[in-house]
Every structure is written in C-alpha cells, then in structure tokens.
Nanobody, 128 residues
Framework: DVQLQASGGGLVQAGGSLRLSCAASGFTFDDYAIGWFRQAPGKEREGVSCISTSDGSTYYSDSVAGRFTISSDNAKNTVYLQMNSLKLEDTAVYYC?????????????????????WGKGTQVTVSS
C-alpha cells in the first residue's frame, strides 16, 4: 500500500523556520512527483511546492517562492520542505501528496485533483 507520512509541524514565531518531512513507502520513489499542499481554515487547499524525485526539478507557488525549499532524499524515500521567514499567513495544515511524474515545462497538473496519493496533514502555526 502507498503510504505518505508527513511530520515536522509545530508552533513557530513569525520569521522563524520549520522543516517538514514526508516519508513515502509502497511505490517506486524515484519516478514520482511529491508535493506539499496546505489548507488554512475557511480556505481552499493550495499547492505550495513540488519536486520530481527523478530529475530534481521543482515548483513553488508565488506565495512561498524564495522562502521555502523542497528537496528529496531518495535513499530515505523522503521529501523535505524547509520553510524559512515564516509569516502568519503560512499557518495551515500541510499535506504531502504524490503522483507519477509528468515531464514537461508546465506543472499544470499540480492541483488537489491531480495527485493520486495523500498523507495525513501536519499543523503549522505561525504566531506573532
């Protein structure tokens, strides 16, 4: 069975940092796209960042570009999301998700509907 286990959430002050981890099992890790989504109360789920575990190409939403860094450790079947300069508006439940990688110049498929597998969320709370 495919399993995605997200961890690393917590409470942090604005301007601080957190690192989320997504441990994956049950599929061929090195040919997938694994990404992070977040959902704040009353808001739609938002795609934050995604990485191709085969060639390392990455995607970032405008809201996190320059502050968040996604990386993959294929030996550990784990994807990380390093979150720096956190803002109050980054408060949300963060989910990792996976699908087979679709290569090309566009990440149009990186949407909630476009992902095949989901893990349970981890709460990130940024305080003032």
């Amino acid at each position: 069975d495919v399993q995605l286990q997200a961890s690393g959430g917590g409470l942090v002050q604005a301007g601080g940092s957190l690192r989320l981890s997504c441990a994956a099992s049950g599929f061929t890790f090195d040919d997938y796209a694994i990404g992070w989504f977040r959902q704040a109360p009353g808001k739609e789920r938002e795609g934050v960042s995604c990485i191709s575990t085969s060639d390392g190409s990455t995607y970032y939403s405008d809201s996190v570009a320059g502050r968040f860094t996604i990386s993959s450790d294929n030996a550990k079947n784990t994807v990380y999301l390093q979150m720096n300069s956190l803002k109050l508006e980054d408060t949300a439940v963060y989910y990792c998700a996976a699908r087979t990688m679709e290569y090309g110049s566009s990440w149009y498929w990186f949407t909630s509907d476009g992902m095949d597998y989901w893990g349970k969320g981890t709460q990130v709370t940024v305080s003032s």
